[in-house]
């Protein structure tokens, strides 16, 4: 399969680029341009075109979302092959909700990503520990995320030996009865038999049990909360829905636990080929 180009749309950094901006008079063209970076630093999952947005005038006036789009589409239609957008959460809010659908991108496009986060900061202690921890989203969502994760663990299966699942449970389902196909390939193909936990719910978040999370904890649901953790060793928190508050918490364990994130990714993918290009020309 061609290997696809990732446009990523974020705001633009004041002090790489200093007195920019997308429009400085009104009869000027709004334009954005997307600039090829080097695909050494995502595997080789996808290639990553940085598309910074700038004020739309000097004096910070916020971007028409109307005119944003429409210089988004020129950026992405001038990059060769196949192409998707990702947008930094700042910019998806300037597109307004009116366009924010056009600016979704495809579920192809996102375990693309994932799986190059993963093979980046995750895969070594996957192979590792060999221990996994989903924590799954809303319950209409729960079949699609497990179908995702084990897409995102199989080139790591083979050495997992405990894999485990919580799910947000509905009065009248049966998880194991609702998702018997996945669970039994977990069995026949590597052996391995998943862990299914309902959340437990508390005043103020999800609750996860006694039992502690080593390795990999992939969260999948935006208003999990953090399970405990083991202690003696670092586990790797891959945050799917990029939330700063996750990452507060994280960053409050005294370095046990990496946080990962997909905007975190993209923008290390963005600062390291920014400062590779200055150095190359100091």
Partial sequence: METETIVYYHPIQEAAYKNTAAKRHWWQEARLRAQMLP???TAGFFTLADCPV?????KKKAWPPELLSEAMEGALHGVEGMADAWLEPTVMTCVSEKYASRWEPRQETKERLLSSLLAVY???TLLKT?????LLGKPEETQRQMEM???LLAPY????????FFYEAVEGTDIWEEEAELLEDYGYEYGLVPQLHAYREGEKEKRFGKERCGGVILNCAGEAGMPGTKREEQVVYV????DP?????????RGRILYVSPIGYLDTVVKNSYDKKMRSQG
């Fill in 39 to 41: 695909g050494t630093e």
């Fill in 149 to 151: 994760t084990g897409r």
């Fill in 157 to 164: 299966l083979p050495r997992i030996n405990s894999l485990r």
């Fill in 122 to 124: 995750a895969g070594e």
């Fill in 130 to 134: 060999g221990e996994a921890t989903v």
């Fill in 239 to 242: 945050d799917m829905n990029s």
């Fill in 245 to 253: 508050a996750k990452a507060r918490a994280c960053a409050g364990k």
């Fill in 54 to 58: 700038p004020p739309f005038y000097y």
